[in-house]
C-alpha cells in the first residue's frame, strides 16, 4: 500500500489508533467484568450502618396503625472502609507517618501535605531532608555538600562500580547552604536501597491496598485525640510484582464521620532479597485543608545534568535520570 | 439504563482502554473492576448531564494514577519484545497485540496515559488535561515524547510512520 504525500499527515495517526485498537482484541476468554465484582451493598449516610433492605406495608383501616417490616442488612466491612476510603480521596491532607523496614531498619518519622487535586505535596523528614513535588516536578532538598566522583571510573552495565583507586580520597563539593535538585517526578528515587529510610508519593495510595483485600473485618473501637470509631483489619493476597510478590496486611481506623484517620500496613515481599516487609503507620488529618506549595526561591537549584557535571566532571546522557535515592 | 446493562454495553470498551494503560489483561480486568464498584456506588446519585463512560474514564485514570504512585507499584519494562512469527491469523493479531502493549508499558506512565487518552478514547487535549489534571501544555508534551518513544520501540515493520503530521514522503507497504 503506499501512501501519497498528501495522506501521510493523517496516516500516523490513523495508524498508531490501528495499533491501540489492535492492542486490545486479544481478550483472553475468561475475563467477565461481571462475574467477581464485588459491589458493596447500598447504603445510608456513614453513621447508620444498616440498609434499608424492604419495606412492608399492612392493611389500613381508618384508625389502624400502618404495620411495617424493615429489614436491615448489616453494610460488610469492606464496603465501609472503601465508603471511607473514597470520602475524601482527591481532597488535600496532612499526614504525619513512620515507616521501618525490616529486618533492621529503624523507624523513620515524616509529615507532610499533599493536594491530589493540583497534583502536588511535600514531605519532611526530621534530619531536614525535604522533597517537594509539582505536578511533574520534583525538588529535593540537598545536602550542603556532596562526594566528588572526579577521578573515577563509571559504574559497568550491570550498576557495578569499580575499586577505588589506590590512594584515591573523597573530595566533598560544596553545594550551597540552601541547594535543591529539580528534576522530573518520572526520575525520583524513593530508595528502597536505603537501609532505614523509605517514601510514599502519595501516602493515601497506600489505602488502595484495601481495595485489593480478600478479608476486612471489624476489631472493635478505636479513638485518638478527638475523635472516636472503629478499627477494621484487612488482608490481601500476594500478587506479583516486577520484583517478586507482595501482600500486605494492617488496620484503618475510620472515625463516627466516615473519614480514614490512621493506617497501618505491612507490605511483606518473600522474594526479596534483603528487607522482606516494610511498616507504614500513617495519620490523616486536615481533610479539605488547602495545601500551597511552589518551587524553592533559591540560587543554588541544580538540574541532574548540572548535579551530575558538577560531581563527576561528565555529562549525563540526555534522558537518563540522575538517581540519586531518596535518603 | 440500569448498572448491569451499563457494564454489558460499554464495559468491553472500559476494559480495552485499562489494557492499554495497564498493559496486561489480569491488571486490566483488576483496575476496571476497581472504577465500576467505584462507580457503582454512585451510580444512583448521577445526574442526567454525567455521562457514565466519562466518570468511569475518570475513576480508572484516577485509580491508575494511584497504583502508580504507590511505592513498589512499577512495572518493569520489558527487555525484549517477543517474535511476531505465526502463519495463524489469530495468533499474529496476539503477538501484534502484545508487541504494542510491551511498547506501551515501556512509557512512562504519564505519557503512556496522554496517547490512550487522545489517540484510543478521542478526547481533547483539554479533556486530557482536565482527567490527568495536568497543563494542556503538560499533554501536549507527553503525548510528543509518547509518540517519539512508541516510534523508536515498535519493530519498523510493524509501524512503518507513526508521526505528528510534519513527516512528507509517501511510504510503501
Redesign the interface.
Known sequence: MTVSPDENEEYGMAELKHLLTVAGEDRPPGIDLLDGLDLPVRRRPARRRGVLAGLTAGAVAAGAAVALTVVWTPQSAQATVLEAVARNEGKPYHVEMVTQASPGGDPFPLTGDFDPGSDSGHLEAPDGGRIIMLGDTGYQKLPESMQSSRGMRSPDKDGKFPKVPKGWKPVMVPLGENAWLKLPMDHVTWGFGSSTRSFAQDPQGELDAIRKADQVKEEGPAGGPGWTGERYSFTTPAVKKWFGRESSSGTVDIDSEGDVRALDVTLTYPDAKSATSVNFKIVFSAYGTPVKLSAPDTPDLYTEQSLHRLLTGRHLPAGAAYGIPIY | MDF?DF??RR??RH???A??LTGD?QAA??L???A???L??VW?RLDTGTEPDAYLRRIMV??RR??W????????PLAEIPDRGSADD?AD??A???V??QA?RSL???QRTA??LR??EDLSEAQTAELM???VG?VKTHAHRG?AA?RAS?PKD????????T???????
Do not use: K, M
Not at chain 2, 513527516?167 to 507497504?173: A, F, I, K
Open positions: 448491569v457494564v454489558r464495559g468491553d476494559l480495552h482502554t489494557v492499554l489483561w480486568q483488576d476496571t473492576q476497581a465500576l464498584t467505584e457503582y456506588r444512583e484516577n485509580t494511584s497504583w504512585r504507590a511505592r513498589w507499584r512499577r512495572e518493569t489469530a493479531r496476539h501484534v497485540a502484545e504494542v502493549r506501551l512512562p506512565p504519564r496517547l490512550v489517540y484510543f489534571r495536568i497543563s503538560s509518540l512508541l515498535l510493524l509501524l512503518v510512520v507513526v508521526n505528528e503530521g513527516e512528507r514522503g509517501g511510504v510503501e507497504r
